[in-house]
């Protein structure tokens, strides 16, 4: 009988057994095991251990030893590291910045850690490997959710136009729910909206847009609505829509409406 290649689930646990007690899964592997799917294919298994112990790398179990292990989780009967270092501690290692927005973003969209715990992370721990993933995490930290939210808050400071904010919550005059547009300039009551499936799990499909859509004309509300591919392909295009946009939201009185953060 020729021999097997071992399963995910065997290595794993192989390298947590080089690493010894206190040992915990991180990286792109805990970050799965964590639900997070925007990552390249896991393939090394990286593990954090106690800096005092003197184990080294070798084979397919990457060691990592840090004065800084973190409380573990336990994931499907494995010690892992939480979402924030786990992730954090993946990025380090990835080279392509969108990649690496990407992953953030899922992190903090799904939930599984905040923005201020992996801009906490990034400060205090190995500034090795954090070039990238400051410079993504500012991009989140400006008030963007998800990668397409990430383009739009950069094409938005080429436009010249003034800060906006970012998903805040929209009431009309009669303190009903509106919506949460992506961007959103108080002053003029102007909305921008980036629909993108692929990046807001709660979607019920087009009634729901229509809907939103009606509840935006019914609170005089102008919105800009754009498909995230164009933030790349036609980013001159979507600039020049936006200024139009703003200013015939700036040209008429602004509706009685509110916006909370």
């Not at 010894?20 to 792109?28: H, Q, V």
């Not at 970012?166 to 992506?182: I, L």
């Not at 009634?207 to 509300?221: H, M, S």
Request: aromatic share 6%; proline share 7%.
């Amino acid at each position: 009988m020729l021999p097997t290649d071992p399963t995910d689930e065997q290595r794993i646990g192989a390298a947590l057994l080089r690493g010894g007690p206190d040992a915990m899964l991180t990286g792109l592997w805990a970050a799965r095991r964590h639900g997070l799917r925007m990552m390249p294919e896991p393939n090394d298994v990286h593990i954090l251990v106690p800096d005092r112990r003197e184990i080294t790398s070798a084979g397919f179990a990457l060691v990592e030893r840090s004065t800084r292990l973190p409380y573990p989780v336990m994931l499907g009967g494995v010690p892992a590291a939480p979402a924030y270092r786990a992730v954090l501690d993946a990025v380090r290692r990835m080279r392509n910045f969108e990649s690496v927005q990407a992953l953030l973003a899922e992190a903090v969209q799904r939930k599984r850690c905040s923005l201020i715990q992996l801009d906490r992370e990034l400060s205090r721990g190995s500034q090795r490997g954090s070039a990238i993933p400051r410079r993504a995490l500012a991009t989140l930290l400006g008030g963007a959710e998800s990668v397409a939210e990430a383009d739009a808050w950069e094409l938005w400071k080429s436009t010249g136009l003034p800060d906006a904010e970012w998903n805040v919550t929209v009431f009309d005059e009669q303190g009903g729910y509106v919506a949460k547009p992506d961007a959103w300039c108080d002053d003029i009551a102007f909305a921008w909206e980036i629909d993108s499936r692929a990046w807001h799990e709660e979607w019920d499909g087009y009634a729901n847009t229509l809907a939103r859509n009606a509840r935006y004309a019914a609170a005089g509300i102008v919105v800009l609505q754009t498909l995230p591919m164009r933030l790349r392909t036609e980013p001159d295009r979507v600039a020049a829509e936006l200024r139009a946009a703003y200013a015939a939201a700036r040209s008429r009185p602004r509706p009685p409406v509110q916006r909370r953060p």
